[in-house]
């Protein structure tokens, strides 16, 4: 009996691993491209809200008063002092991108300012800047100008200080912050993937054997068809892990100058052993479900068309299951959500990430999943077995 | 001789859809390919089924082969019933028909080693009959070559060395000659003697009367799903050519061919 399993899952095996360009096209380019796209993405983030080093602010004014183009100095910009009349112009120019900043102060900025009192019946001294938000210098400006005149304000009337000096207020340890990142992306990101490597390969070698009418060659040997359903299933639950850690691998590769500063803290070191054990069996029941349910989904189409087709809602189905982790706020406590396929799993996933993972939890996960599957095996012996489903044309 | 195969009362028909339906030009929604066929074989003879394309010929061998289920009757072929020990009757049967392909990406030589495991032939048998086998069809040439990248006759003589690994005692062909070249058809029919020398028992399907008349020890002569004649060649013939005296139980059964 297993003997023919094996027999089976190594020819299986030999026909994917036989074929260069599957293997490229599955294992070897996900990692590649998703490490490269990744990377890309990453620092054109960083670029997009980051102005050229050197850069000088060109910054026109209007009344600039003493006090505060002390605090100019020591900015990297070319300041323009300008009369009241050319400030239409002047905003034109911002709208035209060739201006950053246009700052204007009443005529007796600081005057106003010593007598403005929170008790005043007048209104508080007003300044206006003028910017455009499409371009990142003039942004980058605004944000800074717009920080010197607060310190400025707040240095005026000093009464308290929150935070000062900025560093080590936050107690989040490292090994908080990496479980946060970890489980707040990798469960969908490896849900996707999973299911990606799972369809890369499951259509072709059941719909495409039926479609090609070799799967019929197969059913007239003396072999059962559970044991070929077996065979079958688990040569492709490995193919699909390959493809799977492919990507995976990729991502965190690319993870540093994805996440940016975040991830200087990161590392997977933080989890343990037995974080990864238990990783390990939810993501191997997890490719045994998704192989499984599409395996069934091939079987009953008619071309490997047809069976890409009738996957791609399950599909959406886990991307959007995947991004439930994204904002769940942590893995669910109760029990009976681990009873529903997918969901399940993300949950695991996150609860493992952020080192909340509840050993119950996980079993029944590992043996819903399991259940699921082998519910699949039974339903793929019988469609193996109708002669409706293996030969209608 | 005994009897190795007997088939008693195979029943099997199809829905139509109502687009076949208007193909057909019927109006009955269910069509009775085979119907209430029985037939006998003989240890070591070849037994030719006969009929017109549609007469039910590839639906009895594909009952007989395990592929499809009869809606009613049974078939017990070297003592397994095809209803109740399939497994065992593709054990002892080598089913060939075009319908099944060869996966094009491994080379005959894999495939036959591939199947030979499937069937658990020891490995050293299973190598000198591949050795002899793929000699005889000349495959050996091209025994390390996909099968994507060989001939059709080359593909079809590959395809009945790997149907024949487990050596089987019981051969059934369904249109053993169709799409092969004069050359090719010869050897597949030169074998197929051999092995009734060999005392396999061989059932092929056909509509080609010379092929009939030059293998077949007995024929069955199947027309809209049902058996009208069957016995041995000489007794079916009357004297007659083959192809005289099917169409004149044709014309008997349905009316003159016009």
């Known amino acids: 009996m297993t003997n023919k399993i094996s027999i089976i899952i190594k020819k299986e095996l030999a026909r994917f691993f036989g074929d260069k360009r599957l293997v490229l096209s599955t294992i070897v380019l996900p990692c590649v491209l998703i490490y490269l796209v ?26 600039l008063p003493q006090s505060i183009s002390a605090l100019l100095s020591d900015m990297e910009a070319e300041i323009t002092p300008i009369d009241e009349a050319e400030i239409p112009d002047t905003k034109n120019a911002i709208v035209e991108k060739k201006l950053d900043l246009l700052a204007i102060f009443p005529a007796d900025f600081d005057a106003q300012v010593a007598a403005y009192g929170p008790d005043s019946a007048e209104a508080a001294p007003k300044v206006a800047l003028y910017y455009n938000s499409t371009r990142t210098e003039s942004s980058s400006a605004y944000s800074a100008l717009t920080a010197i005149l607060d310190t400025y304000e707040g240095s005026l009337a000093n009464k308290f200080d929150v935070n000062p000096g900025n560093e080590g207020f936050n107690l989040a340890t490292d090994k908080d912050a ?50 070929l359903v077996m065979g079958k299933v688990l ?67 008619k071309t490997i068309k047809e069976a890409q087709t009738s996957v791609m809602p399950l599909m959406i189905v886990v991307m959007l299951v995947g991004v439930t982790g994204m904002f769940g706020n942590g893995a669910k406590t109760e029990a009976l959500y681990y009873f529903i396929p997918i969901y399940n799993s993300v949950q695991c996933m996150t609860g493992i990430f952020s080192f909340n993972a509840v050993a119950s939890h996980m079993l029944i996960t590992v043996l819903v999943n399991l259940a699921v599957s082998v519910g699949c095996g039974f339903l793929l012996t019988k469609m193996f077995n109708s002669e409706k489903i293996m030969f209608k044309k | 001789m005994p009897d190795i195969i007997t088939v008693d009362g195979l029943n099997k028909s199809f829905k139509l859809s109502a687009k076949q339906q208007k193909l057909e030009k019927s109006r009955e929604k269910v069509i009775h390919a085979v119907d209430n066929l029985s037939f006998t074989a003989q240890a070591g003879e070849i037994f030719g089924l006969l009929g017109p394309n549609g007469a039910g010929k590839t639906t ?48 005959p030589s894999y495939l036959y080693d591939f199947f030979a495991s499937l069937h658990g032939v020891d490995p050293k048998l299973s190598d000198s009959r591949k050795n002899d086998i793929f000699e005889k069809f000349g495959i050996n040439k091209f025994a390390e070559v996909k099968i994507a990248d060989l001939s059709t006759g080359m593909q079809q003589k590959a395809s009945l060395a790997i149907s024949l690994v487990h050596d089987p005692k019981i051969i059934i062909f369904d249109e053993p000659t169709n799409g092969l070249d004069v050359i090719t058809a010869k050897v597949v029919t030169d074998y197929l003697l051999e092995l009734r020398a060999q005392g396999k028992t061989i059932i092929v399907s056909t509509h080609i009367f010379s092929l009939v008349e030059k293998i077949c020890d007995r024929v069955g002569i199947i027309i809209n799903g049902k058996m009208i004649v069957c016995d041995s060649l000489n007794a079916v013939q009357a004297g007659k050519s083959l192809e005289d005296r099917f169409f004149d139980i044709y014309a008997e059964t349905v009316g003159a061919v016009v």
């Open chain 1, 235 to 301: 040569a492709l639950a490995i193919v699909a892990l390959l493809a799977g850690a492919s990507s995976t691998l990729g991502t965190l590769l690319s993870l540093p100058k994805l996440m940016g500063a975040a991830s200087e803290n990161m590392s997977a070191a933080f989890y343990g052993p037995a974080d990864y054990a238990m990783l390990a069996a939810v993501v191997l029941s997890t490719v045994l479900l998704f192989v499984s349910i599409i395996s069934v989904i091939s079987a009953y189409a």
């Open chain 2, 60 to 107: 009895t061998l594909r009952m007989l082969a395990t592929l499809i289920k009869p809606d009613s009757g049974d078939a017990i072929l070297d003592g397994a019933s095809i209803s109740e020990q399939p497994e065992l009757v593709r054990s002892k049967i080598g089913f060939l028909t075009s319908e099944l392909k060869l996966e094009s990406f491994f080379t």
């Open chain 1, 38 to 63: 990744y990377s890309f993405m990453g620092s054109a983030l960083t670029d997009m809200y980051q102005t050229d080093e050197g850069y000088k602010f060109t910054i026109s004014t209007v009344n």
């Open chain 1, 178 to 227: 990496s479980g946060f990142m970890f489980s707040s992306m990798l469960p969908m990101l490896l849900m996707i993937f999973l299911f990606s490597g799972c369809m890369a390969v499951a259509p072709e070698a059941i719909a495409g054997e039926k479609e090609r009418g070799t799967i019929a060659t197969m059913l007239i040997t003396p072999v059962k068809r559970s044991e």
